[in-house]
């Protein structure tokens, strides 16, 4: 069973940084593409950006040029660096994981992962 566990959510001004990080355990060495989703209230949950084992990505095109996934297949942690926040950035982080058939998976539908953490909370006002 995948365990992951998020953290590095907070409050902060428009404008600013924050660093997401989530750590995994119970992956097998079979590939897994890991992913940040997030839920702002009364929004469906979406994608914001997804690793495959490979270290290929893909965004959400709202964050774009601001938000950098990576990770470490050794320790099973991925990371989010979030600059530039903005006040829409606003919701719950969750990061998934989904074992996959390639090295090369990439998918931004949360419906495509099955391991997901409790979520970080990241709120972005002045």
């Known amino acids: 069973q995948v365990l992951l566990v998020e953290s590095g959510g907070g409050s902060v001004q428009p404008g600013g940084s924050l660093r997401l990080s989530c750590a995994a355990s119970g992956i097998t060495r079979n590939h897994y593409s890991m992913g940040w989703f997030r839920q702002a209230v009364g929004k469906e949950r979406e994608g914001v950006a997804v690793?495959?084992?490979?270290?290929?990505?893909t965004y959400a095109d709202s964050v774009k040029g601001r938000f950098t996934i990576s990770r470490d297949n050794a320790k099973n942690t991925i990371n989010l660096q979030m600059n530039n926040l903005k006040a829409e950035d606003t919701a719950m982080y969750f990061c998934a994981a989904e074992r996959s058939a390639s090295r090369w998976w990439l998918s931004l539908h949360p419906g495509d992962f099955s391991a997901w953490g409790q979520g970080t909370q990241v709120t972005v006002s002045e």
């Open positions: 690793i495959a084992e490979g270290d290929i990505t």
